[in-house]
Nanobody, 121 residues
Framework: QVQLVESGGGLVQAGGSLRLSCAVS????????MGWYRQAPGKQRELVAI???????NYEDSVKGRFAISRDNAKNTVYLQMNDLNPGDTAVYYC???????????????WGRGTQVTVSS
């Protein structure tokens, strides 16, 4: 069973910073893409940032230049550095990862339970 556990959320004032972490555990052969999504009250879940196995990244337009996604493959962990936060960033942030469970190609795609980020004005 694959588990994703997020940490690092909290309450911060506008202009502040937070760093989210997501550790992937379980019997895993390899991890492909790792991403961060967020869901604000009354809104759909949206992609914030994604990092591919190649190391390439992609960001939602509103966070470009403020957020940075990175990964530590040795630790099966993905990070999201969030700078210059504003109240519009308030949401529950979810980690997502997909990959292979074994050499035969069985795959997984899993979500974490989420971590709350609240930005006060």
């Amino acid at each position: 069973q694959v588990q994703l556990v997020e940490s690092g959320g909290g309450l911060v004032q506008a202009g502040g910073s937070l760093r989210l972490s997501c550790a992937v555990s379980g019997s895993i052969f390899s991890i492909n893409d790792m991403g961060w999504y967020r869901q604000a009250p009354g809104k759909q879940r949206e992609l914030v940032a994604i990092i591919y196995s190649s190391g390439n990244t992609n960001y939602e337009d509103s966070v470009k230049g403020r957020f940075a996604i990175s990964r530590d493959n040795a630790k099966n962990t993905v990070y999201l550095q969030m700078n210059d936060l504003n109240p519009g960033d308030t949401a529950v942030y979810y980690c997502n990862a997909d990959g292979r469970l074994d050499y035969s190609g069985r795959s997984f795609a899993s979500w974490g339970r989420g971590t709350q980020v609240t930005v006060s004005s």
